[in-house]
T-cell receptor, first 113, second 114 residues
C-alpha cells in the first residue's frame, strides 16, 4: 500500500515568486491536511480538506491557499513568497478525520532566497 | 482550546536503559492523543494513539503510553532504549471542538548514548 506522496522533495524559490506543492494521499483516504514545520514555530496547522471542501483553516495569511481534487489529491499554493516561508511542508492523510490519526508524507523542503 | 506541553526539550539515555518522554495536554473535549516520531530529514511516523479505549496504549517498536485523565498526561515510555530510537518525538492532541485539527507539542529530542 503506497504511503502519502509529496512532490517535489526540495524547492528553491526567490522572494516574491509563487509555489505549488502537491500531495497524493493514501488510496481511500478522504481527509488531507497540511502543516508547516520551522525550527522557531514548530509544527503548525495550515488547512484541512475533506471531499474537496476546506473543512478547517489555521492562522496563516491569505497568501497560503489549497485545494483538493475529486481523487483526493491536494495542492497547496503560496503566493508572493517571503523569506519566512522557508520551511518543511508536510501533508498528511486520514480515512475520515484527525481523530483517527494522520499518516504523514516525507515533506517538501522549501527554501526562499 | 487544545494545547500540548512536552516537559523536556532534550532527553539523553544510555542504550539499554528505560526511556520516559513526558507530555501534558489541555483539551475542552474528549481528546484523541498521539505520539509521532521524526527521524532527521524525514516525515512523521505514528508511534501510537489513544482514542478513548484502553488507557494503556501499546505502539510500534516497543513504545507504550498511558492516558491519565486526572493528571492530563500522556507520557511515552520504552523499557530499553536502542540506538535507532534517537530522533525527535512529538506529542499531539486532537478533538472535535478544534475541528479535528492536530496540535503539536514542541518536541523532545531523544539522544541515545552507546
Amino acid at each position: 500500500k503506497a504511503g502519502v506522496t509529496q512532490t517535489p522533495r526540495y524547492l528553491i524559490k526567490t522572494r516574491g515568486q509563487q509555489v505549488t506543492l502537491s500531495c497524493s494521499p493514501i488510496s481511500g483516504h478522504r481527509s488531507v491536511s497540511w502543516y508547516q514545520q520551522t525550527p522557531g514555530q514548530g509544527l503548525q496547522f495550515l488547512f484541512e480538506y475533506f471531499s474537496e471542501t476546506q473543512r478547517n483553516k489555521g492562522n496563516f495569511p491569505g497568501r497560503f491557499s489549497g485545494r483538493q481534487f475529486s481523487n483526493s489529491r491536494s495542492e497547496m499554493n503560496v503566493s508572493t513568497l517571503e523569506l519566512g516561508d522557508s520551511a518543511l511542508y508536510l501533508c498528511a492523510s486520514s480515512l475520515l478525520s484527525g481523530l483517527d490519526g494522520y499518516t504523514f508524507g516525507s515533506g517538501t523542503r522549501l527554501t526562499v532566497v | 482550546a487544545q494545547s500540548v506541553t512536552q516537559l523536556d526539550s532534550h532527553v539523553s539515555v544510555s542504550e539499554g536503559t528505560p526511556v520516559l518522554l513526558r507530555c501534558n495536554y489541555s483539551s475542552s473535549y474528549s481528546p484523541s492523543l498521539f505520539w509521532y516520531v521524526q527521524h532527521p530529514n524525514k516525515g512523521l511516523q505514528l508511534l501510537l494513539k489513544y482514542t478513548s479505549a484502553a488507557t494503556l496504549v501499546k505502539g510500534i517498536n516497543g513504545f507504550e503510553a498511558e492516558f491519565k485523565k486526572s493528571e492530563t498526561s500522556f507520557h511515552l515510555t520504552k523499557p530499553s532504549a536502542h540506538m535507532s530510537d534517537a530522533a525527535e518525538y512529538f506529542c499531539v492532541v486532537s478533538d472535535r471542538v478544534a475541528g479535528n485539527m492536530l496540535t503539536f507539542g514542541g518536541g523532545t529530542r531523544l539522544m541515545v548514548k552507546p
